[in-house]
């Protein structure tokens, strides 16, 4: 088993999230599709922060063009990819749309919160706990797999 391997199993033994929301851009729209944990792998790149950052690998989502066609065949359309670019509050891009998919999807208001994956998912829908990422996110790194 190489090191993504290890990491995207010992990420996965630990999260909270039974399924996860991926997040992608596609002509210019914002889809998102629910996948489970193996769905979800076949995104999933290595990476290495900077050293400022520690240098850390970290476990990231990378979706090519090719994979962003083909899944936003069978994703749901959520809206307009510029709206959600267009970021406010202070929020970053993923926090705005893990908003968007809170408040479309529970009807609740949506709080930013700290909580780390192997607590929880980021949303809770009939029972089922749903982490929200989109592509291009960081799902965690070494030294957090580490800590756990």
């Known amino acids: 088993m190489d090191k993504m391997e290890r990491m995207a199993t010992l990420y996965h033994e630990h999260s909270g999230a039974q399924v996860y929301a991926l997040g992608f851009p596609y002509a210019h729209s914002l889809y998102v599709a629910k996948l489970t944990f193996e769905q979800l792998s076949a995104y999933l790149k290595l990476d290495r922060a900077s050293s400022k950052r520690g240098g850390f690998l970290k476990l990231r989502i990378r979706m090519k063009a090719a994979q962003r066609k083909a899944l936003a065949e069978i994703a749901e359309l959520v809206g307009d990819w510029d709206e959600l670019i267009e970021v406010k509050d202070g929020w970053n891009r993923g926090e705005h749309f893990e908003r968007v998919l809170t408040e479309r999807w529970t009807g ?18 009939d029972g089922v706990e749903i982490q929200i990422k989109l592509d291009g996110a960081e799902l965690t790194n070494e030294k957090v797999l580490a800590g756990l």
């Open 108 to 125: 609740e208001r949506w709080t930013k919160d700290s909580v780390r994956f192997d607590q929880c998912g980021d949303i809770q829908v």
